[in-house]
């Protein structure tokens, strides 16, 4: 039942939900703040972006800010969209990655793909202190603003019979205030108060890129 299958369009969170969605021909995994809208703004410039793994000791994280210019190939750590990338590879499906500002242009590639569309939204766990890079350990699962709104953007430019779990998040987008939301909520508010308010100014922005980054033997491309 939580595959949900008899519908083209479906949703579920973080790596369980890429373990219950595995059956579908197209993943796409959504982690706005940051590791998908990073992805656009490499691929958009015609670059590549290898997922690897992130751990809280290594202090290093790269933040959209940083790779406004960035071209060739580019090494992203992220605990939540980097593994999702990992995890969703081994399911044999195709994917991609998405985020407000290339919903449209990523839904459209899906679609052109065909079969079952999942889409993953990253989620943040709780106690993971990513800003400073801690020796803290993952935690649940925790539900943002964000990838829910970036996941609705993505679902609600596609076409196909939804699950209620798509087509919430659909609803989610097109009745809300995108950019506001994301700036209000917390991971939005932490990253502004912990200055890298242009990180989220450049995740706030919806449908500017015809980026669409597609894995390929380990690399967004």
Known sequence: ?????GYQLRLEWGPEGV???RGCDVLIVVDVLSFTTSVDLVVGNGGQVRPSRWRPSSGKTLRPASL????????????NGSNLCFLAAETGAHVLAACLRNA??????????????????GGERWGLDI????????GPLRPCVED?????????ALEGKASPEAELAAT??????????VRDCGSGRELIENGHPVDVDLAVQVNVSSAVPVLVDGVLR
Not at 1 to 5: K, L, P, S
Not at 148 to 156: E, H, N, R
């Open 1 to 5: 039942m939580f595959a949900q299958e």
């Open 19 to 21: 373990e219950a969605l």
């Open 68 to 79: 406004v210019d960035a071209t060739g190939l580019v090494e992203l750590p992220s605990p």
């Open 104 to 121: 449209s242009a990523v839904a459209k590639r899906a679609a052109e793909l065909g079969g079952t569309i999942g889409v993953i939204p």
């Open 131 to 138: 800003l400073h890079s801690g020796p803290r350990e993952f």
């Open 148 to 156: 829910y709104l970036g996941a609705g953007a993505v679902l609600a």
């Open 172 to 181: 989610a987008f097109r009745n809300t205030d995108v950019a506001t939301a």
